[in-house]
């Protein structure tokens, strides 16, 4: 399978395709490269990875605005690391690793929105159906997380449902120190419950970290943007700059600094939840203010300044005009 092919271009489909049309692509590839009729194991978790979205109605809509704004997010299956994956990669959460995904198949359990592969391979696979315990399959939830409780870490009551039996069940999420936007946090056999004696599935639940005002998270790096004054940056100052865990360090800025310089605190940025014990850099970058309003006597300082000023700042420049 090429490796820039969308979802459509798998199953062989147009992307006006009607339910029942991506139904019997999917129908037909299946017959022909399933493992289980001798098929190409890969080319097959290929074709139910399209199939897993596009028949569903809320992956297919989400999937085919990502295709409008020019992205192929399922391209280059098979790992992550694809070429063509950019920086959103679109999971199909299937719930379970590929292995779980054939055991459901042979024994009946239609592993791709409810699809029941008996009808390509006839009745016996449903008469497994008993005998084989099945994974329950995952549940998701997400909780909103203010950016201070992220550094520090907090912890969230949260109550969710089983779909199979409707019990209400609750748990305390422990967020960890550190924790990022779009972090996952897994808490094992809290999922669907399995089937014939099979394990239940696990809650998964994402964080969704907000904005801070001044710092701006990198992963465990931690990001400011420090205002100075024109007389700070050319006659040099130690300025206190707050950090992500609440103290404060001693910036000394050297005389003469320029707009943008970048200066860096190793162990002051937010705690690395990939690396227990670690914590990431604060990186404060200067930003030179000018004043936008002059008095008269600080206009005479500056202009006194200025034809006192014989340096070539732009001879770098001048050089290559006429």
Known sequence: MAGKRNYYDILG?????????????FRKLAAKYHPDAGGDEQKFKEISEAYTTLSNPDKRKEYDQLLMFGGIPGADFGGSGGRNRGAYTYTTNMGGDWSDIFDNIRSGDGAFNGFDFSTIFGGSAGQQRAARPSKGADLTMTIDVSAEEAFTGTTRKVNFTVPSTGERQTLVVKVPAGAVDGGKL????????????????????????????LFKRDGADVRVELPITVYEAALGASVKVPTPGGKEVLLKIPAGTQGGKTFRFRNMGAPDVKHKGSTGALYVTVKVVIPTHLTAKERDAFESLQKGDTREYRKDVERYGA
């Open 13 to 25: 489909v147009k992307r006006d395709a009607t339910d029942d049309e991506i139904k019997r692509a």
């Open 186 to 213: 897994r808490y094992r056999g809290r999922g669907e419950l399995g089937t014939n004696g099979g394990p239940r599935g696990d809650l998964v639940v994402t964080t969704r970290v907000a904005e801070h005002p």
